[in-house]
């Protein structure tokens, strides 16, 4: 008798996780999406930033293609980082058959894409204002708000990774200088973190 | 024992419903094929269960069209929930007592 009420009770809280968040996000997506943004950050500095001069709170006019270079290296690292999520996501829910685009998953992307696409505009625009430092920091906190804004609806670890973010944002902000090795351990190595803690726990 | 039993609501019993039912109060509605895939239950099955918390009317549903498809948004009633809440009270008096 009591046990049946007992396993009554794990199954409400299990079915109220289940049909309010999303919860297929696979480990392997964080350490992918990790690694690329590892690449291309250095290869953002490698063809970009170390040859500026050193960043600091001014605009800074542009050199010639090194804008278009940026844009193309950070279109680039953000289309392979979301094909890389997206991917683990969907290999790791076919196993677990689980569905994908749900009511769970619409509601997490759009959560997540209004502060992400947000910062991601305000960046643009600072981009062409010549304002080349406040990007690292600043696609450090807009992704982490979004993470905080997206982690009610998903597995509740996003939450800390996205304060992680943010804070990261916020040194790299007083640090100018260092931003893309503050970008490089948020986007990259916090990511890449979260991703083996999850693989461990499963 | 005995006065416990009494308040546990009857509809709850089945597991199925129960589950329906908690995946409806913590969502605005859902409709027919989430519930499915969250369950992992048949259509029919599914349905039935459906059809008798209706009757109860702990549930109601809204009949739509997306794409030229029905789809049938499945939301908890007032009275559902505070059913649902008195079943979960009941349980919780049990397990303290025992």
């Not at chain 1, 396993?7 to 079915?15: F, G, K, P």
Request: hydrophobic share 50%.
């Amino acid at each position: 008798m009591e046990e049946k009420y007992k396993s009554d009770l794990a199954e409400i809280r299990d079915m109220m996780h289940r049909s309010s968040r999303f919860i297929s996000l696979d480990g392997w997506s964080g350490i992918s999406v990790g690694i690329i943004a590892l690449i291309g950050g250095y290869l953002a500095y490698r063809n970009i930033f170390s040859r500026l001069p050193e960043l600091d709170y001014y605009p800074m006019p542009h050199v010639d293609g090194q804008l278009g270079q940026l844009l193309f290296l950070a279109a680039g690292t953000l289309f392979l980082a979301i094909a890389a999520a997206i991917f683990f996501t969907i290999r790791g829910s076919r196993t677990k058959q689980e569905a994908i685009w749900d009511a769970q998953s619409k509601r997490l992307v759009l959560n997540l894409g209004i502060p992400l696409l947000t910062g991601g505009l305000l960046c643009l625009i600072l981009l062409f204002k010549g304002f080349i430092a406040f990007l690292a920091p600043l696609t450090l906190i807009f992704h982490g708000l979004a993470l905080v804004n997206a982690s009610q609806y998903t597995i509740k670890q996003i939450r800390i990774l996205g304060l992680v973010l943010i804070i990261l944002g916020l040194l790299a902000m007083c640090f100018l200088h260092l931003g893309l090795i503050f970008w490089g351990i948020g986007f990259g190595l916090a990511h890449i973190g979260y991703g083996v803690i999850m693989k461990w726990k499963q | 024992m005995k006065e416990f039993l009494e308040q546990f609501d009857k509809a709850f019993e089945n597991k199925i419903r129960l589950g329906i039912m908690s995946a409806l109060v913590v969502n605005a509605h859902l409709d027919f094929k989430t519930l499915k895939n969250l369950l992992g239950v048949t259509d029919g099955n599914l349905a039935s269960h459906l059809k008798s918390l209706e009757k109860s009317a702990y549930i109601t549903y809204k009949k739509e069209f997306l794409n030229r498809k029905p789809n049938t948004k499945y939301y908890a009633t007032v009275q559902g929930k505070s059913a649902f809440v008195r079943h979960l009270e009941a349980i919780e008096k049990l397990l303290k007592s025992t």
